[in-house]
């Protein structure tokens, strides 16, 4: 009986860095199509998205699979022309794509600085841009959802410094978004994921500047749950956000995050004489 409020039927949904990797992407253009919608991924790895669409072309779903930087803002351009041409309409946008520079701030150069900021905001402002223009003239609303970290939310340390920043102003971009659209019924929030366990955490605990066991500990004292999230974690979560079950929900951070926010970094999940 409450299928239907997660029923996408009808809908074109766009997911930005959907490639198939194993990463957030994949999961959440998967997880979209099997609720009903037809796809739009798009990846700056081109045989990444085709064999997302391959995958979801199994699914018995429409899909289309474009190569796009998003750091270059004719690709995105062209992007939105090209899903114009092939479904004349866009209902769901999930900007996922987000990169970092593992720096210390004194050290960070001004062009991986601007490097990061553009692939990060100048990309999600843009493809939000894009989408919005044709949710308001489309008239029938929409949904945005960001994919933004507890980094933006909570410093991490450890070299992250403008891969924070950006999702700050990710958060930020989210709550402006939402108030201003709110007018054409165009719903925008925010993912707010601890680690999850993708290639891109993987290759972080291959980094030689870092102890992998140590770092691995360190993150997992720091979710309650006791375990690092799942790629299907974020993806529940945007199924929820885009679908009519959230039909009342904009402006709304959602932390998947084992309960990372939620613990103060003076806190433990242990008491001092199980330790
Ligand atoms: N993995 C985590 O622990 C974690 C935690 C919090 C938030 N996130 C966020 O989730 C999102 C996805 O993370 P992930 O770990 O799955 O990432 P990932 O690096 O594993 O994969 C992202 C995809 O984006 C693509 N990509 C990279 N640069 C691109 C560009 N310039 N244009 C288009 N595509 C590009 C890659 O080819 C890849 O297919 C990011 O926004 C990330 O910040 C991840």
Not at 92 to 109: D, H, T, W, Y
Not at 136 to 157: E, F, H, K, Y
Not at 214 to 243: N, Q, W, Y
Request: charged residues 20%; aromatic residues 6%; hydrophobic residues 45%.
């Amino acid at each position: 009986m409450v299928q239907h409020w997660f029923d996408l039927s009808g809908k074109v949904a766009l997911v930005t860095g959907a490639g198939a990797n194993g990463g957030n992407g994949h999961a959440i253009a998967l997880a979209l199509a099997e609720a009903g919608a037809r796809l739009v991924v798009s990846d700056i790895d081109a045989a990444g998205a085709r064999e997302t669409a391959r995958e979801i072309r199994a699914l018995d779903r429409p899909v289309l699979a474009v190569h796009c930087d998003n750091g270059n803002p004719d690709d995105i351009t062209a992007m939105f022309a090209e899903i114009d041409r092939v479904y004349g309409r866009i209902d769901i946008l999930v900007n996922n794509v987000g990169i970092g520079q593992r720096a210390r701030p004194e050290e960070l150069s001004l062009a991986d600085w601007q490097r990061v900021i553009r692939v990060n905001l100048d990309g999600t402002f843009l493809c939000s841009q894009e989408a919005g223009r044709r949710m308001i003239r489309q008239g029938t609303g929409g949904s945005i959802v960001n994919i933004s970290s507890i980094a933006g939310s909570s410093a991490l340390g450890r070299g992250n410094f403008v891969y924070s920043v950006t999702k700050g102003g990710i958060n930020q971009l989210t709550r402006e978004l939402a108030v201003e659209w709110a007018p054409y019924r165009i719903r925008v929030n925010a993912v707010l994921p601890a680690q999850i366990l993708t290639p891109a955490l993987q290759q972080l605990f291959r980094d030689p500047r870092l102890d992998a066991e140590k770092t691995r500990a360190r993150m997992l004292a720091g979710i309650p749950l006791d375990r690092f999230g799942e790629p299907e974690d974020v993806a529940k979560a945007v199924l929820f956000l885009v679908s009519d079950a959230a039909a009342f929900i904009t402006g709304h951070l959602l932390a998947v995050d084992g309960g990372s926010l939620a613990l103060n970094a003076g806190g433990s999940k242990v008491w001092p004489k199980d330790e």
